[in-house]
């Protein structure tokens, strides 16, 4: 997923503060589970309506991305078990890490009590599930 290094993701050097890493992440995420056709939206919307927190996050900072950077977000879904969904991703500036994270999400009914992940999800994600 493509994402661009704007004035406001930079502190005062020029160099992309480091929480926005967080966000960029978030953002591939999101978009990754559009591209497989589902949406948060979708997924409050149904019948037994779920949502995902994260769970755990280790980021590892490669390289600075700048300011008008033209990056892309990986995401890589390593495992399903239950309601714990393992996520690899990077990002990448052409093809050089600028940074990796570690992701452990979980699936959560509104409540939020753990629970599997809807019907469909998986199948959804499984063309990108680590092999």
């Not at 769970?55 to 977000?73: G, K």
Request: charged share 25%; hydrophobic share 40%.
């Amino acid at each position: 997923m493509p994402v661009r290094v704007y004035y406001e993701d930079t502190d005062f050097t020029g160099v992309v503060y480091h929480a926005n890493y967080v966000r960029y992440f978030e953002r591939g995420r999101s978009d990754f589970l559009r591209v497989a056709g589902v949406s948060h939206t979708d997924l409050l919307e149904r019948d037994d309506p779920a949502a995902f927190v994260v769970t755990r996050l280790a980021i590892d900072f490669r390289q600075p991305a700048r300011i008008d950077d033209a990056l892309e977000v990986r995401t890589t879904y390593d495992t399903v078990k239950g309601p714990r969904l393992m996520i690899s991703q990077k990002i990448l500036r052409a093809e050089t890490l600028i940074a990796q994270a570690a992701v452990e999400a979980a699936c959560i009914s509104l409540s939020g009590r753990p629970r599997k992940p809807p019907a469909g999800l998986v199948e959804a994600i499984s063309p990108w599930l680590a092999k």
